[in-house]
């Protein structure tokens, strides 16, 4: 790419384009940081919690400066989400005993329903920016935050953990700095897994966008402008036709925002992969190729490139990336048990208080109450799973055998799978109050418009991944239909279609806070089941009960987990991994 | 010549997942001086690479002394520069990127480093690639980048690990002949190279003095110092001699230590040679087509096989008594005739009385599912008792290699999905 503009005569010739690459880069970029200046304007807006609206214009003029100051928000949490990751994971994989603590507890938190927490945070946020929106802005990023940081962080601390050890030798040989270490060896590797998590997680943090710009908190209605809070509001109008405004503009905004950033980085990420693991068709972006031919970011390499040696001096002060080679045994040994002790009673500490905390306010009848109810959500997650299983696996098949149809409905799958749910749901509410159909299976549809996608797509790229050599052994054998599915498709569709339930019946999960209690126009529908019971005590702002929904709904989440999909992940890795 | 490296009785142990101790180095000894190469010569599982890396200063030896100039170190060896079999460059980075990388570290201003970096460019051959990443580049190709980011740092010491073997025949005879070319000139930057390698040819081609390593533990057995004028000539009968001998040292039995009789050791004093059935049986077939005899050298350069693939089959054909091994020949046993004449069944019958008499581990297992009432047993049994003599992975493989045995001779079969190993009652031998 960049080698072959050494030749004069390619030079002479794309001279031109290269000009209106240059054009085009820097009105791009000028255009950007106008809508930045102009949408941090608003971000400091004041805010009286007493006298705040409970709603935002439904004006379609106001459209585009909603999905802007959305799009700000994602991209905020995403930042955000990045920095955690590195200090998160690097401290999981190089301190030996931070790893001990901050692994279980990264665990659990990929299993915690965000949305039970919003009531904590917001009141938290509102109290650290008092009259000003910047706090509601805080909690809704957290909120989205909260949805793309531990996937991310799993992902950068597995690539640490498994970074070659030649690698790691090298470095060390070389003598690199702690921070030479990070940015030229950690980072580049972990970067194709972190970009391609990053963008999955981004997907799913629509979703908690939607759901954290108009929200019910402590007897209280907050909103922030955005596309989120349009759409409540004009649900609550029972308007549908601005209901369907907004679906098209986010439409928009997803395949946008994979098209213009997301697909440049995952081709750009390209470089960093190690080449023994050659992806078979790399990503390739418009955008990206526009970029390369352009001029500007050779510009900006140069102007910073220069800061490189220097940071490189200054941030030597943290040492060398090596570790000394003897240890004081006993030194370390008391190291080890002191810090085993402080945890220990960290966690202590914790749990007594959360059970006089409990004992004070609802007492713990309520726990026995909210695992009942998480029974009846369960099965509609089991539902759930089944149903979009016997539904997705026949059509996912069909599609990733057929290589035309795979390349045109990947993407469609991908933007599915990343358009938030809970932005469809005053649609399928609408039909239900019009039918008359019950929440109580209603929610099952409700919960399935988000998670099923999980389950499609990975069983195309399971499918799609089935050696040519094995289907043609397979149809000159001649198997009949039958043995054809059970000796060939669903071997070895298996461990794609086990990363698609886990992820779905995660999905499910934490989707049923929202889509237990939905409303449209004045009339509320409300399903029997854990995400209810979670919403209704938000709304309320009752602690105990949100601490003891959460606690169980986590207990469920990983309960399954352990108990169910780790086996079968278990199974797959060991029995069907081509 | 004074000692660059010091190694002073230096053992190393890793402590297995149950707490066991594993000794993979014991009580070496030795020292790097100016102006030498240096060759660790070992089988796989003799601990060269982790004696590199102890001098390198990786990894800490459970007990002894390294020394870099005399000072113990600490750390990383700061004399020492590291060329990888695997050549552990960063692929995000350019050739260029990858050479300056180490003088970044040293906080070399950018000019100078630009400089030196383009001198060792130079130097190693690899003018006209600063500009390409290291995937664009040949096995051979990267090599040299390898070679280039250890030189320009001017070390005392250019520690090597295989860096050979990685490359296909041609490329690595290329590049080593260039490196001993630089060597005795007089532009080399540094003063002196260890290099591990588990070829012997390469061994007497490259060092002034080969240290041979015997496994399990790693000791060393034996040093031999290499005359010979360079370049050296792999066609004189000096330099064919000392490779016989090597040979010799390398597949024969240790005369000090005492390794009991396959017929009654234990699995862990005698351990399996990670040998197939198919690939020994070939090997048996063709000391038979030679008429019975076979010069081990010979072979190994006309198959094309690295020492590391050839000798465990070497080891399991002496193991079961097909083929006997006397100073770097081959020769065919009785038993190994039958076996390589009769037909497949009768060959099976061989094999399987063979292995049940002479190899420790299968005969320990046939023993056990024999003395059990079901005559079934769980491989995790196995694999326990495996843990008290190696680590984790060698005990997998040699449980992996007994069942292969053990399945080929109907001895007993082994079920994956139970993890279970179960007497063969279809045999025919009882």
Redesign the interface.
């Known amino acids: 790419m960049?080698?072959l503009r050494t030749f004069p005569s390619r030079e002479a010739l794309s001279r031109p384009k290269q000009r209106t690459a240059d054009l085009l880069v820097f009105l791009g970029a000028a255009a950007l940081l106008w809508l930045l200046v102009k949408l941090s304007h608003g971000l400091t807006a004041p805010f009286d919690e007493a006298t705040a609206p409970a709603r935002v214009s439904t004006d379609p003029a106001e459209l585009p400066y909603y999905a802007a100051r959305s799009l700000l928000r994602m991209f905020a949490a995403l930042g955000l989400s990045i920095v955690f990751t590195f200090v998160y994971a690097t401290a999981a994989a190089r301190l030996r005993r931070t790893e001990k603590v901050l692994l279980p507890a990264l665990d659990v938190l990929q299993s915690v329903p965000i949305l039970g927490f919003l009531s904590v945070t917001i009141t938290g946020f509102i109290a650290l920016f008092p009259g000003s929106q910047l706090g509601l802005e805080c909690a809704s990023i957290f909120a989205i935050f909260t949805s793309q940081a531990w996937n991310m962080t799993f992902a950068f601390y597995q690539s640490l953990v498994s970074q070659?050890r030649?690698?790691d030798?090298?470095s060390?040989?070389?003598?690199?700095?702690k921070w030479?270490r990070f940015w030229?060896?950690d980072v580049?590797?972990g970067?194709i897994p972190l970009v391609w998590n990053g963008m999955m997680s981004f997907g799913g943090g629509w979703f908690f966008l939607v759901a954290s710009e108009a929200l019910s908190v402590n007897n209280h209605n907050y909103v922030l402008p955005g596309i989120g809070a349009y759409v409540a509001t004009a649900t609550a109008d029972a308007d549908l036709g601005k209901v369907l405004l907004a679906v098209g503009v986010m439409i928009i905004m997803v395949v946008g925002v994979n098209a213009l950033f997301w697909r440049p980085l995952t081709a750009w990420a390209e470089?960093?992969?190690?080449?023994e693991s050659e992806a078979a068709e790399a990503p390739r972006s418009l955008t990206l190729d526009l970029l390369r031919r352009s001029r500007v970011p050779q510009l900006l390499g140069r102007v910073f490139g220069r800061l490189v040696?220097p940071l490189?001096?200054i941030m030597?002060v943290f040492g060398?990336a090596?570790?000394?080679?003897?240890t004081d045994p006993l030194r370390r040994r008391a190291g080890d048990i002191t810090f085993a002790v402080i945890v220990l009673a960290g966690i202590a500490c914790g749990l007594t208080q959360m059970i006089v905390f409990i004992a004070d306010t609802t007492g713990f009848g309520e726990v026995g109450h909210a695992l009942l109810l998480g029974l009846v959500t369960f099965g509609r997650v089991i539902a759930l799973v089944v149903v979009a299983t016997l539904v997705w696996v026949p059509i996912g098949v069909w599609i990733g055998l057929n290589p035309k149809v795979s390349r045109l409905a990947q993407p469609v799958v991908q933007v599915l799978a990343s358009f938030p749910a809970n932005f469809l749901f005053p649609l399928i509410t609408g039909v239900l109050v019009a039918t008359g159909i019950s929440l109580d299976w209603g929610g099952i549809l409700l919960m399935a418009l988000g998670a099923q996608w999980y389950i499609l797509f990975n069983v195309i790229a399971g499918a799609s991944a089935i050696p040519n050599d094995l289907r043609e052994a397979a149809a000159n054998l001649r198997l009949p239909r039958k043995l054809w599915w059970r000796r060939l498709v669903l071997p070895a569709i298996f461990p794609s279609y086990v990363t698609g339930g886990i992820t779905a019946a995660g999905g499910a999960w934490n989707a049923s806070i929202v889509a237990e209690i939905v409303s449209y126009g004045t009339v509320t529908l409300t399903a029997t089941g854990l995400g209810a019971y979670i919403k209704d005590a938000t709304t309320a702002g009752d602690g105990g009960r949100i601490l003891i929904g959460v606690a169980v709904m986590s207990l469920y989440v990983v309960g399954l987990n352990r108990l169910f999909w780790r086996r079968l992940h278990t199974l797959a890795e060991?029995?069907f991994t081509l | 010549m004074p000692a660059l490296i010091t190694v002073d009785q230096v053992s190393k142990s890793f402590t297995g997942a149950a707490g066991d101790e594993l000794r993979v180095l014991d009580n070496i000894t030795l020292d790097l001086r100016e102006g030498e190469i240096v060759a660790l010569l070992g089988r796989s599982g003799s601990g060269k690479s982790t004696l590199l890396r102890t001098i390198a200063g990786l990894i800490a030896p459970t007990s002894g002394t390294v020394r870099y100039r005399g000072t113990e170190l600490g750390g990383a060896n700061p004399g020492a520069a590291m060329v990888f079999q695997t050549f552990a460059l960063m692929p995000w980075l350019t050739v260029q990127d990858n050479v300056e990388l180490g003088l970044a570290a040293r906080g070399v201003p950018t000019a100078e480093r630009r400089e030196r970096a383009l001198a060792a460019i130079d130097l190693i051959g690899l003018d006209g690639f600063e500009s390409a990443y290291p995937k664009e580049l040949s096995g051979g190709m990267r090599q040299r980048v390898g070679f280039a980011r250890a030189l320009v740092l001017e070390p005392d010491l250019l520690l090597m690990d295989e860096p050979f073997s990685a490359l296909d025949v041609l490329t690595a005879e290329n590049l080593r002949n260039e490196l001993m070319s630089l060597w005795t000139g007089s532009k080399f930057p540094t003063r002196s190279i260890c290099v591990v390698t588990h070829n012997i040819e390469e061994a007497v081609l490259l060092a002034d003095r080969v240290l041979v390593l015997g496994a399990n533990p790693g000791h060393l057995r034996a040093e031999i110092t290499v005359d010979l004028d360079r370049p050296r000539d792999r066609k004189s009968p000096a330099f064919a001699a000392l490779v016989d001998h090597l040979y010799d040292l390398l597949t024969g039995r240790e005369t000090d230590a005492a390794e009991p009789e396959p017929a009654d050791a234990t699995p862990t004093a005698r351990p399996l040679p990670p040998a197939s059935v198919g690939g020994l049986a070939g090997l048996v077939e063709i000391v038979h087509a030679r008429g019975g005899r076979a010069d081990l050298p010979d072979l190994a350069a006309e198959l094309n096989f690295e020492v590391d693939d050839l000798l465990p089959l070497v080891d399991a054909a002496a193991l079961l008594d097909f083929l006997l091994v006397t100073g770097g020949d081959l020769h065919l046993t009785p038993t190994g005739e039958a076996f390589t004449t009769a037909d497949i069944q009768r060959s099976k019958e061989i094999f399987a009385g063979q292995a049940r008499d002479r190899a420790p581990l299968v005969r320990t297992i046939r023993r056990a599912l024999e003395a059990g009432a079901h005559g079934t047993l769980r491989a995790g049994f196995f694999r326990d008792l495996l843990r008290r003599g190696f680590s984790a992975t060698d005990a997998r493989q040699q449980l992996d290699t007994a069942i292969d045995w053990g399945r080929y001779a109907e001895l007993f079969d082994y079920d994956t999905n139970t993890d279970r190993i179960t007497l063969d009652t279809t045999s025919v031998h009882t």
């Open positions: 960049v080698m070659p030649e690698l030798e090298a060390r040989l070389l003598r690199l700095s030479q030229r060896v580049p590797s970067m470089r960093f992969r190690v080449e040696a490189d001096r030597g060398l090596e570790h000394p080679l003897r060991r029995r």
